[in-house]
């Protein structure tokens, strides 16, 4: 199974956008703070599934400071450049949000941006610190395990790691399954792997059902060369 798998997933922006939506097709997704971006395959916190990135970390507008409107409104501006493709206007919004007002939403939509740009690193240092503020996002599991396949060098046991995180916090999303179980697969886990691809199929995943035909394929192989291994060692001894 090939990581590149992984890429399908990408997901989005936290906020407003519905959980299908993407910003590339290859990228994590955004949420809005009302915004960032996940990835499943990447997302993009377009709306973290649950909750958009405002009720994630943002007080009501009667108690807000003048700096955390401004951290707010500057996130709100990044995410409509970003939908625009202007990244690296983005980028810099996002960095001026966390600035004056240090988020989840925030640091997990400028980890879109610089996964986007293969900053790898730099995404995968917003979106632990993301994870520091919100342990309990979901979309900022997946979009790091998506940075770890994607950097070099590849780690998929940190990938599969915060995709089991995510799995654990999000049980219903076929997708987050689905990368899991290409991400076992990929490491040689195929009965898990198995499990997995069924779950998302049963999560309406339908491209699962293909894998889950490969996988049952290579562990009926693998069990009958692990049988007629066996045969050939009892044929040894008794010759």
Known sequence: ?????????????????????????NA????????????????????SRSRPASSLDSPSLATV????????SLLETGTKLLEDGDIEGALAKYQRSVQIHRTASG??????????????????????NAIE?????????????????????????????????????????????????????????????????KRSLERNIDRAEQNIRNVSAKILGQRLREASKTQVAGDNEQK
């Open 65 to 72: 400071d003048p700096a955390q409107a401004e951290a707010t």
């Open 1 to 25: 199974m090939n990581f590149l798998m992984i890429r399908q997933s990408s997901r989005r922006i936290s906020q407003t956008f519905s959980r299908t939506y993407a910003i590339a097709h």
């Open 107 to 128: 640091l997990f939509n400028l980890g879109v941006t610089h996964y986007h740009l293969k900053q790898f690193d730099k995404a995968i240092e917003c979106w632990t």
């Open 133 to 197: 503020l919100d342990p309990t996002s979901a979309d900022a599991h997946t979009n790091l395990a998506s940075a770890y396949i994607m950097s070099p060098p590849c780690r998929p046991q940190l990938a599969l790691q915060h995709l089991q995180i995510a799995a654990s916090l999000a049980p219903d999303d076929g997708e987050i399954a689905f990368n899991l179980a290409a991400v076992l697969e990929s490491c040689g886990q195929l009965d898990a792997a198995l499990v997995q691809y």
């Open 28 to 47: 994590p997704w955004l949420t809005r703070p009302s915004v960032p971006f996940r990835i499943a395959q990447t997302r993009t916190l377009t709306a």
